[in-house]
């Protein structure tokens, strides 16, 4: 790997969601920065959505699905790590980066969650980039960087590989979603989200 390459490897971030009109919770749709894995962790495990992520947390045992889903659009900013985007759809694509993003939800607790992160993050088959436990902390969303002779591949069969790899080593289910090129990524509070070494380097 060229780490000199690392570093300009870039993906849109995106503000806080709003109210539309309707009063209905939205994700935005238009990028206010590009940036970097490095920063993305910094992001993650600095005390910036902190609040955000203790407060959804606190909220799992009885807030119901439609108000958890809102209160992390309205309170969390996102990444699309695939790629930089003029507008957060598929036809707006304007570069597209080596990442893909694995969702994994549904976990039974914070504990198999973190434990998860850890495995995943060892894989010695895939390249992973940053791997942290998602926002209501029974989830894990696993940054893997693609190798260089599959970026240019159908963004599908890509993330259908490595769907299988996951299901055949793991023996748990991706998140179907992530197989959007577009498909944006809560950027949580984690201080114990891992980053590829490689992304320090200069």
Partial sequence: MNTEDIHTEQFSVFPKGYRNQKGVAVLA???????TIAWAFDYITSARAQ??????RSMAGTAADGELSDFKKLNFETATFCGTFS????RSLLTRSPFMV???????????????????AADG?????LCFVSPKGRGVKWVVRLP????YDDFK???QAMQQHVGFH???AVDKSGSDVCRTCFLPYDPECYINPIYFLR
């Fill in 29 to 35: 749709a238009r990028p206010q920065q590009t940036q």
């Fill in 51 to 56: 609040w955000a992520t203790e407060t959804l």
């Fill in 87 to 90: 507008y957060r759809n598929a």
């Fill in 102 to 120: 694995l969702d994994i939800d549904d976990l039974s607790s914070t504990d198999e969650a973190r434990q998860l992160q850890q495995q995943l």
């Fill in 125 to 129: 088959n895939v390249e992973t980039a």
């Fill in 148 to 151: 260089e002779w599959a970026r």
């Fill in 157 to 159: 069969l890509s993330f």
């Fill in 170 to 172: 793991y023996g748990i």
